[in-house]
Structure formats: C-alpha cells, structure tokens
C-alpha cells in the first residue's frame, strides 16, 4: 500500500464524506478507494470513519488522524520547494494562539499583506485569555504576555509591554481624579484574574526593582481582557493594562490615562513554540514575521 497516496485519498473522503464523489473527483473506481481506506485503517489499528448508506463522518480517531495527515502532506509539498524562492511556494496549515487584544490590535490589521505574500498558507487564529496546551492541541507557536511558567517549550522573548492606568472620564468626573495611591482607597478598581475565585492582590506599581501592591475599594473581577477594557469603559472602574491595548480608547478620549508615576511593571511578550528539530518554512516566516511587527510595539 502507498501509505501517502492512502492519506491523500482518506482526506478526499473525509472532505467530500463520500467514497463515491471522492472516488469520482480522482477517477478512480469506488472500490478501490474503499479497499485503500480499509487497507489504512487495518494498519493504523483504528477505525478513521463512520460508515452509513447515506453518508461517511469521521471518527474521533479519525478527526486526529485527519488533522496530522494534512499537515505531514502539506509539509512533504513544502519540501518538494524547499529550493524555490518563490513565496507561492510556501504552503500548509499554521495553527497560531494569542491574546485577543495582540490580535485585534497588533496582528489582524497587518494580516492581509502577510497572507497575499504568502497565499499558500492556510491559518488558525486562535484568540483568548485560556491557556492552551500547545503541543496537545497542536498549535505551532503562541504568543504569551506575561511572566512564564516552566513549561519544557522553547520561549523567544519579544520584549516588554509598557502597562498604564487608565479609567474613563465619566468614571473621573464622578469620583475624582487620583492624585496619589492613598487616594485610591476611595476608588473602585476593576480586577482582572484568570481564574475567578481568586482575588488579586489590588492595585499594583512597580519602583524599578519591586513590584507593590495597594488595597483599594472595587467589587468587580473580569477574567477576559475584552470585558476587563470594556468595564473601564463602562466606568466601572481603574484598569491597569498595556497601552497598545487601549491605544484607540485613548485617543478618542474614552479613556484617560491616570497616576502616571505609579505604573505596574512592563509586562513581557514571549513567543513559545514546541521544542522541534526542524520547524517547516512557514513557521519560521510567520515568526521571524510576528517578531518584526512586535518590535514596534515592545520596549
């Protein structure tokens, strides 16, 4: 059996969830993409697919099978260009993980020059405050701001986002402008944890050398930097994020930045990839990339 042309014909089937139509769109008798199929499967030791008179789906296995596939095929169609130069040459699937805000701010609007540069390139983006696993789930390389976890990837430090504080100006025309941290026992302040449950430490500012923590009134924790921007916005409160974050807000004048002598610390950006022999080509594109765009960004 030709273990790659098997593959090829497994995601055909997979894709068209017909033995016939993908029997037809290779031109190839049915029955030899059913005998292929079953040929893999008994090598594989699992079944890849459900079966019905009206319609094949994949199974569990069949669904991790099938991810896998595509990535090794699309890799052996890299390799047959590794000596091109020509960016159509660089094709596959890129499954990336960052912080919503990294997205929407940094990434998302330079997006369209990077994937007309490179049209072969087929991307998953994914955006939110969860921790993925990046080698169970299969993501490539992430984007993490804050301090790290041991966690046995590989971390490339992208340098260090510089964090403000900030509230709107209905929030300040109601309870005052902060002139130094012993006001803020008299104001609210929106908390941002990861896992609710677990009340952070309060308003933080850092000397240069410590980070401090002062107590303050607020009674409202978010764990989504999305609704942690829109409660200061909704004057619920003082946030304390990184500028880039609320770079618009600011300049509509929807947010204003306050205690500028007391900011917290500089929060770090990491790339954090698995730790690989040889990533593929549009890996190291999209990160040498991604490491570019954050250099603008970054202190």
């Known amino acids: 059996m030709d273990k790659i042309h098997a593959m090829q014909l497994f995601i055909r089937v997979a ?24 040929a893999l499967e008994n090598g594989l030791g699992a079944q890849l697919l459900h079966r019905t008179t009206r319609r094949v789906s994949l199974t569990q296995d069949g669904m991790v099978y099938y991810e896998r596939a595509k990535d090794l ?10 000596f091109l ?23 998302i609007p330079r997006l369209p020059l990077f994937l007309q540069q490179y049209p072969g390139i087929e991307l998953e983006l994914s955006s939110s405050d969860r921790l993925v696993d990046v ?15 041991d966690s046995g990837l590989i971390a490339r430090p992208l340098g260090k986002l510089s964090v403000i ?4 100006p209905d929030y300040l025309t109601r309870f005052g402008y902060p002139d130094g941290l012993d006001d803020l026992a008299s104001h609210a302040v929106v908390h941002y944890s990861t896992h609710l449950g677990t009340r952070p430490q309060g308003f933080e ?78 890996v190291h594109l999209f990160m040498a990339w991604l490491t570019e765009i954050m250099k603008t960004y970054v202190d």
């Open 15 to 38: 894709e068209l969830e017909s033995f016939s139509r993908a029997a037809d769109s290779m031109g190839l008798p049915k029955g030899s993409v059913s005998r292929q199929i079953q």
């Open 73 to 82: 095929l699309a890799n052996l169609d890299e390799l047959d260009g590794l």
């Open 85 to 107: 130069h020509d960016p159509a040459s660089v094709s596959g699937r890129l499954r990336v993980d960052m912080p919503a805000g990294v997205a929407r701010n940094l990434v």
């Open 135 to 149: 080698v169970r789930e299969g993501f490539d390389c992430v984007v993490r701001v804050g301090t790290l976890k």
């Open 165 to 168: 504080n900030c509230a709107s």
């Open 205 to 282: 500012y850092y000397d240069g050398e410590t980070s401090h923590w002062v107590k303050t009134g607020g009674i409202l924790t978010v764990n989504s930097t999305e609704t942690y921007h829109a409660s200061a916005l909704a004057g619920l409160g003082i946030i304390q994020v990184p500028r880039v974050g609320v770079r618009d807000s600011l300049r509509a004048k929807k947010l204003q930045e306050i205690l500028p002598q007391y900011r917290a610390r500089p929060m770090p950006v990491s790339l954090i990839y698995p730790h690989r022999r040889n990533l593929s080509r549009r």
